[in-house]
């Protein structure tokens, strides 16, 4: 499908002439119909041909620079015509297209857009900032809390007095027995009795723990 020869084609950008793509809605026929179409443009003169699901089709329309503004009659071969007008701010062709009451139709309206192939679906959103890489984070690792030193007037003497603690009472070595002070020899059951015995009731209470160092009656 190609139009007809252009001795002069048009050189705004955003009219280029060529292979263009797009789609259009129908209202009774819910989702996008795409259309193929190979258009030129040359002194506000719009010509071309195409296809879409109803069949092949040609165009003959006009487009001005001023304010991108087009319209156009898409014939199909043999059978009815569809009135286009629409837009373009760059980004292709966007408008309404109709189909006028007749003795054959109803009336029908719908929207389109076209673009020249090449041209990203400017329909959809693209993403156009990269992604940051999310920095690890290392996890702290345990360890044993340091023991604060004394402060305050009598720091010098608690230190002075740890430092002299002989080291066969303490151990470094955490979960290990300590070494505990060694216990007298001497009970302190044994001094009892004269302890008891410098008070009134001595003689009483004497005979009361020689009787407990007896053992039971």
Same mark, same amino acid.
């Given at each position: 499908?190609?139009?007809?020869?252009?001795?002069?084609?048009?050189?705004?950008?955003?009219? !280029?002439?060529?292979?263009?793509?797009?789609?259009?809605? &129908?209202? +009774?026929?819910?989702?996008?119909?795409?259309?193929?179409?190979?258009?030129?443009?040359? &002194?506000?003169?719009?010509?071309?041909?195409?296809?879409?699901?109803?069949? &092949?089709?040609?165009?003959?329309? &006009?487009?001005?620079?001023?304010?991108?503004?087009?319209?156009?009659?898409?014939?199909?071969?043999?059978?009815?015509?569809?009135?286009?007008?629409?837009?373009?701010?760059?980004?292709?062709?966007?408008?309404?297209?109709?189909?006028?009451?007749?003795?054959?139709?109803?009336?029908?309206?719908?929207?389109?857009?076209?673009?020249?192939?090449?041209? +990203?679906?400017?329909?959809?959103?693209?993403?156009?900032?990269?992604?940051?890489?999310?920095?690890?984070?290392?996890? !702290?690792?345990?360890?044993?809390? !340091?023991? +604060?030193?004394?402060?305050?007037?009598?720091?010098?003497?608690?230190?002075?007095?740890?430092?002299? +603690?002989?080291?066969?009472?303490?151990?470094?070595?955490?979960?290990?027995?300590?070494?505990?002070?060694?216990?007298?020899?001497?009970?302190?059951?044994?001094?009892?009795?004269?302890?008891?015995?410098?008070?009134?009731?001595?003689?009483?209470?004497?005979?009361?723990?020689?009787?407990?160092?007896?053992?039971?009656?």
């Amino acid at each position: 499908m190609k139009p007809r020869d252009s001795t002069h084609p048009e050189t705004d950008p955003r009219f !280029p002439s060529g292979p263009w793509t797009g789609f259009f809605l &129908q209202p +009774a026929v819910p989702g996008r119909h795409l259309m193929e179409l190979h258009l030129a443009f040359q &002194q506000g003169q719009m010509t071309g041909e195409g296809r879409d699901y109803v069949g &092949q089709f040609i165009v003959r329309g &006009q487009y001005s620079l001023g304010d991108g503004r087009c319209h156009w009659i898409k014939r199909y071969v043999g059978k009815h015509d569809v009135f286009y007008q629409g837009y373009n701010e760059g980004k292709g062709i966007w408008g309404i297209w109709e189909i006028p009451d007749t003795q054959h139709y109803n009336s029908q309206r719908g929207g389109f857009h076209i673009w020249p192939e090449g041209m +990203a679906d400017p329909t959809q959103p693209h993403l156009a900032e990269a992604a940051e890489i999310p920095t690890p984070v290392a996890e !702290p690792m345990e360890s044993a809390e !340091p023991v +604060a030193e004394p402060v305050g007037a009598g720091a010098a003497k608690l230190v002075e007095k740890r430092n002299a +603690a002989p080291s066969a009472d303490r151990t470094g070595n955490r979960g290990k027995r300590q070494r505990l002070p060694a216990v007298s020899a001497h009970s302190p059951m044994a001094n009892l009795p004269g302890m008891i015995a410098q008070f009134p009731f001595a003689s009483r209470t004497a005979e009361v723990i020689d009787r407990f160092h007896g053992g039971p009656p």
